[in-house]
T-cell receptor, first 114, second 110 residues
């Protein structure tokens, strides 16, 4: 079946612009996660959704970052007034439920802020 | 101390060799354990879950040692295509957070 999809796959933007990153989880997966991975680094947790609710936003690096999820499906991560340190790969993952289940990742969006 | 720790490597091994990685975790209440594989500039892909009794999938064997709080991954008969970074992932009971190690890099040499 279809896996997690993300768009765009690559995004180059100028410092100060806003960007929107999209994630389509696996159909039926109720839990959705956003992570960030900088070059050569581990995965940094950003935010978690259960359905349309985000019980934990503590991983968002600053108030320039926000995310929403609608219809228990698609999620959008928005970065306002981008900075060069925002350059990274943004990964989305979904799981059937936030219990013992494995996470499945999308291919990521590579964001470059110039 | 990091919640999940891995030796970053790289582990350089010849084709056909057996190689093992360990991953230690700090939270004794952790309940779910996974190994993921990540190729360069790609997303992590699930390699295998780790069960209490240990489990095997072809050339790959995963073990859990709760007393010493570590999990291990053994790769037998290494292939060139096994070259990747292997991520250890730990999840606590009743929590939503998956804690990722920073990965162990494996290079299988011809």
């Amino acid at each position: 079946g279809a896996g997690v999809s993300q768009s765009p796959s690559n995004k180059v933007t100028e410092k100060g612009k806003d960007v929107e990153l999209r994630c389509d989880p696996i159909s039926g997966h109720t839990a959705l996660y956003w992570y960030r991975q900088s070059l050569g680094q581990g995965l940094e947790f950003l935010i978690y959704f259960q359905g349309n609710s985000a019980p934990d936003k503590s991983g968002l690096p600053s108030d320039r970052f926000s995310a929403e999820r609608t219809g228990g499906s698609v999620s959008t991560l928005t970065i306002q007034r981008t900075q060069q340190e925002d350059s990274a790969v943004y990964l989305c993952a979904s799981t059937e439920a936030p219990a013992f289940y494995e996470q499945y990742f999308g291919p990521g969006t590579r964001l470059t802020v110039t | 101390r990091k919640e999940v720790e891995q030796d970053p490597g790289p582990f350089n091994v010849p084709e056909g060799a057996t190689v093992a990685f360990n991953c230690t975790y700090s939270n004794s209440a952790s309940q779910s354990f996974f190994w993921y594989r990540q190729d360069c500039r790609k997303e992590p892909k699930l390699l295998m879950s780790v069960y209490s009794s240990g489990n095997e999938d072809g050339r790959f064997t995963a073990q859990l040692n709760r007393a010493s709080q570590y999990i291990s991954l053994l790769i037998r008969d290494s292939k060139l295509s096994d070259s990747a970074t292997y991520l250890c992932v730990v999840k606590g009971a009743g929590t939503y957070k998956y804690i990722f190690g920073t990965g162990t890099r494996l290079k299988v040499l011809a």
